[in-house]
Each structure stands twice: as structure tokens, then as C-alpha cells.
């Protein structure tokens, strides 16, 4: 009976652990294809706040942006 319960619960455990692992694979890889923003967005966005920007202050930003993904 005890024996049972610890393969229950190791079942849970193996299952969640392959399921947080896996859920993050694919995010990963569809955050790669498909990033939320894009270097058009971001000159929309600085251009509504009253400035216009250079390209290289519009790549400075995907950069930072980029490298926090």
C-alpha cells in the first residue's frame, strides 16, 4: 500500500517535471519564430511618444530586448 502512493507520487513528479521542461522547449521555439515585437513596432511606439528615432536607437532597443528573451 505504501509502496503505491510512492508510485503515485513519483509519477506526479516525473510528469510534472517533464512537462514544465517540455511547455518551455516550445515556447522557446515559438518566441523564436514568432517574436512579440519587431523593430517596426518599437519606431510606431517611439514616434507616438513624440520622437523620432534613429535606426540605430530602434536596434539599441530589439538588442536590449533580445537579449532578455
Same mark, same amino acid.
Not at 517611439?46 to 532597443?61: E, H
Given at each position: 500500500?505504501? @509502496?503505491?502512493?510512492?508510485?503515485?507520487?513519483?509519477?506526479?513528479?516525473?510528469?510534472?517535471? @517533464?512537462?514544465?521542461?517540455?511547455?518551455?522547449? @516550445?515556447?522557446?521555439? !515559438?518566441?523564436?519564430?514568432?517574436?512579440?515585437?519587431? !523593430?517596426?513596432? @518599437?519606431?510606431?511606439?517611439?514616434?507616438?511618444?513624440?520622437?523620432?528615432?534613429?535606426?540605430?536607437?530602434?536596434?539599441?532597443?530589439?538588442?536590449?530586448?533580445?537579449?532578455?528573451?
Amino acid at each position: 500500500m505504501l @509502496i503505491d502512493i510512492l508510485y503515485v507520487l513519483g509519477g506526479i513528479i516525473i510528469g510534472l517535471v @517533464i512537462g514544465f521542461f517540455g511547455a518551455r522547449h @516550445i515556447m522557446q521555439k !515559438e518566441l523564436k519564430k514568432n517574436p512579440p515585437i519587431n !523593430e517596426k513596432m @518599437i519606431e510606431v511606439m517611439m514616434s507616438s511618444m513624440g520622437r523620432k528615432p534613429s535606426q540605430k536607437q530602434v536596434r539599441q532597443v530589439m538588442n536590449q530586448m533580445t537579449r532578455y528573451m
